[in-house]
Antibody, heavy 120, light 111 residues
Framework: QVQLQESGPGLVKPSGTLSLTCAVS?????????WSWVRQPPGKGLEWIGQ???????NYNPSLKSRVTISVDKSKNHFSLELTSVTAADTAVYYC?????????????WGQGTTVTVSS | QSALTQPASVSGSPGQSITISCTGTSSDIGGYNFVSWYQQHPGKAPQLIIYEVSNRPSGVSNRFSGSKSGNTASLTISGLQAEDEADYYCFSFTSSTTYVLFGGGTKLTVL
């Protein structure tokens, strides 16, 4: 069973860049999953950020697309999120997850989440 | 595109059944059987409990069931237990540029 673990700075300054990594264990990032990022602002619901396939193909939430880059590193078996020009509205728990497009059409494995605060 | 529409809250007593609705459009829920549901306890990551409208992953209680009619999907929890108190989110593939959508979430309170 695949396991996911997010890592990265917990504090980012306004106008800076948020960078997170999701380490994949128990499976290969070159498998048939799409690798996704989801966030949850304090006290609010889940928001899909985007996803990447091991080939490098990506899909992004149109509301964030101009600021988001998701990339994959096959050699390290991990994928990453960069969000530029952050503001306080980007403060959230960030989750990485697998999106099984081919079988369940669902996000069936989630990381534990990492809290990112945008503040000076 | 806006999120899928869920009631903000529902409640029920132990042993009762409750249903949470999730309303979308013909571009998402109505057009595909790709609806899933997630349970999230406070401070925890979401957990998949229903996929492809009505299928349960291994290990998920058969007290959880899903269905769909037109543009609305539903999650039913029967025999409510205290441990079911959590937030529930629906999720669907969409043919719009948004690609996938979450519902706004429903807080279930077990009285």
């Amino acid at each position: 069973q695949v396991q996911l673990q997010e890592s990265g700075p917990g504090l980012v300054k306004p106008s800076g860049t948020l960078s997170l990594t999701c380490a994949v264990s128990g499976g290969s990032i070159s498998s048939s999953n799409w690798w996704s990022w989801v966030r949850q602002p304090p006290g609010k619901g889940l928001e899909w950020i985007g996803q990447i396939y091991h080939s490098g193909s990506t899909n992004y939430n149109p509301s964030l697309k101009s600021r988001v880059t998701i990339s994959v590193d096959k050699s390290k078996n991990h994928f990453s999120l960069e969000l530029t020009s952050v503001t306080a509205a980007d403060t959230a728990v960030y989750y990485c997850a697998t999106y099984d497009f081919w079988t369940s059409h669902a996000m069936d494995v989630w990381g534990q989440g990492t809290t990112v605060t945008v503040s000076s | 595109q806006s999120a899928l529409t869920q009631p903000a809250s529902v409640s029920g007593s132990p042993g009762q059944s409750i249903t949470i609705s999730c309303t979308g459009t013909s571009s998402d829920i109505g057009g595909y059987n790709f609806v899933s549901w997630y349970q999230q306890h406070p401070g925890k990551a979401p957990q998949l409990i229903i996929y492809e409208v009505s299928n349960r992953p291994s290990g998920v209680s058969n007290r959880f069931s899903g269905s769909k009619s037109g543009n609305t999907a539903s999650l039913t929890i029967s025999g409510l237990q205290a441990e079911d108190e959590a937030d529930y989110y629906c999720f669907s593939f969409t043919s719009s540029t948004t690609y996938v959508l979450f519902g706004g979430g429903t807080k279930l309170t077990v009285l």
